[in-house]
């Protein structure tokens, strides 16, 4: 049973243009969600993070929005650049409740910015 | 200051052979963290340790042991190789319990 699930395997932007990535996640209890990037060969490196009592966080260009009634968050990047191009992994925590740092993540989605 | 650091970069095993993949982190996290990866999957949690002398298992321990003896130290031991475990494993550390920081990743293959 996946619990954190981003359901687009891949996406593919024009430079410049906005990049929507997409994570949907059914534990309730999830208090904490973050995003990750990946390039190839490397691991993942942290981005961005949100709160459950929080529905927007901004960074520069990264903006992640959580939408709990629908436990649905997104990442919006703006403007898109070609060394944004990498794998994006969803994480969630409930580290709330079990306090071990547990990550569960989702698939990831690979993100194509083309020139 | 390393970071997470992981080694070796790449192994290839025989079925049945066994191998200690190692971790250490220079940030004095208490939080360390084993992830395997398979092609086009998410990061699946092997083992956990909130600090030394504690381990958990996470969502896919078999066939795989940890110890943590130091706060610094996380080896993952893979006893009798199986093709079910080539994959690429990543090992994380924290200091809280969210932001994980990762290695490089070790990219093992059993044949």
């Known amino acids: 049973d996946q619990q954190v699930k981003q359901n687009s395997p891949s996406l593919s932007v024009q430079e410049g243009r906005i990049s929507i990535l997409n994570c949907d996640y059914t534990n309730s209890m999830f208090d904490y969600f973050l995003w990750y990037k990946k390039y190839p060969a490397e691991g993942p490196t942290f981005l961005i993070s949100?709160?459950?009592?929080?529905d927007k966080n901004e960074d520069g260009r990264f903006t992640v929005f959580l939408n709990k009634s629908a436990k649905h968050l997104s990442l919006h990047i703006v403007p898109s650049q070609p060394g944004d191009s990498a794998v994006y992994f969803c994480a969630a925590s409930d580290g709330g409740t079990s306090n071990t740092g547990k990550l569960i993540f989702g698939q990831g989605t690979t993100l194509q910015v083309k020139p | 200051n390393a970071g997470v650091t992981q080694t070796p970069k790449f192994r290839i095993l025989k079925i049945g052979q066994s191998m200690t993949l190692q971790c250490a982190q220079d940030?004095?996290?208490?939080?360390m963290y084993w992830y395997r990866q398979d092609p086009g999957m998410g990061l699946k949690l092997i083992y956990y340790s909130v600090g030394a002398g504690i381990t958990d298992k996470g969502e896919v321990p078999n066939g795989y042991n940890v110890s943590r003896s130091t706060t610094e130290d996380f080896p993952l031991r893979l006893e009798l190789a199986a093709p079910s475990q080539t994959s690429v494993y990543f090992c994380?550390?924290?200091?809280?319990?969210?932001?994980?920081?990762f290695g490089p990743g070790t990219r093992l293959t059993v044949t």
């Open positions: 994380a550390s924290s200091s809280r319990s969210y932001e994980q920081y």
């Open positions: 940030m004095n996290h208490n939080y």
């Open positions: 949100i709160s459950s009592i929080k």
